[in-house]
């Protein structure tokens, strides 16, 4: 939406339910992962975010929001690649218990702490260089890095945790203060003290350990235990009188007892069981 907001370009969005909407056929028909956001464009779905920025920042060349020139282009495809390998998951780690997306860790957690410090010191030493990440212009990799850093800033980066970046810090409000930004985010404040993890929200819970749903009883295994009770016994017991009698009446019993046993042997076949479980 920011990208969008530089390039003049309007998008269209929608309230999004994952409980009902994730599930829906025609949802899955147009975005196969199943996940948000996507966004749809005449020629198909486009999804995951950093591949929906991209194509909104490149859909105007005279606004350089996907740079000046090919070497341009190559830096800003490094930034967004850093922002999601070295940034996100560790950010992520830290800040989604004090949102209640997730359980804390305190081992997790400090080893994101660092980690994210590590990311924050490489951002430091470009933000000497140039006000932007690639120069003097704002580009997609200042957006995608913005919005990544936006949740870190307010909620969990206090004073003590920012003072080894002034430059990342300075470049962060100088973008949240651009109308292209707060149009979207609203006003960002930096936080005054870290936020604490907080209970697990009761829809992001996982599923208790050892814990089975009832399982309902198969319908192969029910005509198994109707087959058990029907047979060999059964059929033994209608052979016997048809032996008794003789002649061909005798015959006829034991092929129509036979044939039964054919029927139900083909419906437990055609229900999923093996012939080997069958005759057992």
């Known amino acids: 939406?920011?990208?969008?907001?530089?390039?003049?370009?309007?998008?269209?969005?929608?309230?999004?339910?994952?409980?009902?909407?994730?599930?829906?056929?025609?949802?899955?028909?147009?975005?196969?992962?199943?996940?948000?956001?996507?966004?749809?464009?005449?020629?198909?779905?486009?999804?995951?975010?950093?591949?929906?920025?991209?194509?909104?920042?490149?859909?105007?060349?005279?606004?350089?929001?996907?740079?000046?020139?090919?070497?341009?282009?190559?830096?800003?495809?490094?930034?967004?690649?850093?922002?999601?390998?070295?940034?996100?998951?560790?950010?992520?780690?830290?800040?989604?218990?004090?949102?209640?997306?997730?359980?804390?860790?305190?081992?997790?957690?400090?080893?994101?702490?660092?980690?994210?410090?590590?990311?924050?010191?490489?951002?430091?030493?470009?933000?000497?260089?140039?006000?932007?990440?690639?120069?003097?212009?704002?580009?997609?990799?200042?957006?995608?890095?913005?919005?990544?850093?936006?949740?870190?800033f307010s909620r969990v980066f206090d004073s003590a945790f920012r003072k080894p970046f002034p430059k990342v810090t300075a470049w962060f409000e100088k973008c949240c203060k651009m109308p292209q930004f707060s149009s979207v985010f609203g006003e960002v404040k930096l936080c005054a003290a870290a936020q604490k993890p907080v209970a697990v929200l009761k829809e992001f819970l996982p599923p208790a350990r050892g814990e089975k749903k009832p399982q309902q009883q198969q319908p192969a295994a029910a005509a198994k235990k109707e087959a058990k009770s029907v047979s060999p016994a059964a059929a033994k017991a209608a052979a016997a009188p048809a032996a008794a009698s003789g002649g061909g009446d005798a015959d006829a019993q034991i092929k129509a007892v036979g044939d039964e046993i054919r029927t139900l042997k083909e419906k437990l076949k055609a229900e999923g069981l093996s012939g080997k479980k069958i005759n057992d």
């Open 1 to 152: 939406l920011v990208a969008a907001k530089f390039n003049g370009l309007s998008l269209d969005t929608k309230k999004f339910d994952p409980q009902k909407d994730a599930r829906k056929p025609d949802f899955l028909a147009k975005n196969p992962t199943g996940k948000v956001p996507y966004l749809e464009t005449d020629m198909g779905c486009i999804f995951s975010s950093n591949a929906i920025a991209k194509y909104v920042a490149t859909c105007r060349e005279d606004k350089a929001l996907y740079g000046k020139c090919f070497d341009d282009e190559c830096l800003i495809d490094t930034w967004t690649e850093f922002c999601t390998q070295e940034l996100e998951v560790p950010l992520m780690c830290w800040v989604y218990p004090t949102m209640g997306l997730m359980e804390s860790d305190s081992k997790a957690t400090s080893e994101a702490q660092a980690d994210v410090k590590k990311a924050l010191g490489v951002m430091e030493e470009q933000l000497k260089k140039s006000s932007f990440l690639i120069g003097d212009f704002v580009t997609l990799a200042d957006i995608v890095l913005v919005c990544s850093l936006r949740e870190g």
